[in-house]
């Protein structure tokens, strides 16, 4: 297992337009986040599931967003409609509950991001 | 999840140690400091956490005080790779967000040759 994966790496896109990005967790993680991240900011919240559950989300998630995590595996985030204030840097995190030691270590294991420009 | 302080910014000499402070004055008794660090162009990566005793890992130490309203991640010898916005979060190990991590802007550490 490599880490957590994120794809594409950089994504512009015209205003208005829909987007999606994909998240591939470390397998052996149960749980999943999303976090949004501007410039010179740390991450903001967004939502996690466990499993295929999507238990928690931030009121930053408007109505635009949508986060799925079908068979509790991957996750992917669509925003519908795209504004140019979504342009920032989505980070998608996985953990195992109660965040106990695994092989890849402990804590979150964070993606490198997916960079969106909404020109 | 209770609030921390860190200084926006810090400066070191490569292989000089670091101290990053951190205040958490509303700590409760069942918070653990957690540290992250973000190096450029990259997500968040674990460093170290505690409770109520310092903790030593392979990456740093984390000193705790006694009253546990403050904490100070230590690097001890630091290297120009160690150069990153440097995060202490505390979250609640009983409920909560069920340990969402809540991040502040953190301290951006710079590394001098």
């Known amino acids: 297992d490599t880490g957590v994966s994120q794809n594409p790496r950089h994504k512009i896109t015209k205003r208005g337009q829909n987007v999606t990005f994909r998240c591939d967790p470390i397998?052996?993680?149960?749980?999943l986040y999303w976090y949004r991240q501007t410039l010179g900011q740390g991450p903001e919240f967004l939502t996690y599931f466990q499993n295929e559950a999507q238990l928690e989300k931030s009121r930053l998630l408007s109505d635009r967003f949508s986060a799925e995590r079908p068979k509790g595996s991957f996750s992917t985030l669509e925003i519908q409609r795209t504004e140019q204030g979504d342009s920032a840097m989505y980070l998608c995190?996985?953990?195992?509950?109660?965040?106990?030691?695994?092989?890849?270590?402990?804590?979150?294991?964070f993606g490198s991001g997916t960079r969106l420009t909404v020109v | 999840d209770a609030k921390t302080t860190q200084p926006n910014s810090m400066e070191s000499n490569e292989e000089e140690p670091v101290h990053l402070p951190c205040n958490h004055s509303?700590?409760?008794?069942?918070?653990?400091i957690h540290w992250y660090r973000q190096l450029p162009s990259q997500g968040p990566e674990y460093v170290i956490h505690?409770?109520?005793s310092n903790v030593n890992n392979r990456m740093a130490s984390l000193a705790i005080a006694e009253d546990r309203k403050s904490s100070t991640l230590i690097l001890h010898r630091a290297t120009l790779r160690d150069a990153a916005v440097y995060y202490c979060i505390l979250r609640d190990f009983y409920g909560g967000s069920q340990g969402n991590l809540i991040f502040g802007k953190g301290t951006k550490l710079s590394v001098k040759p």
């Open positions: 995190a996985s953990s195992l509950r109660g965040e106990f030691l695994s092989v890849h270590g402990y804590g979150y294991t």
């Open positions: 397998s052996e993680h149960n749980r």
């Open positions: 505690g409770l109520t």
């Open positions: 509303t700590i409760s008794g069942t918070d653990y």
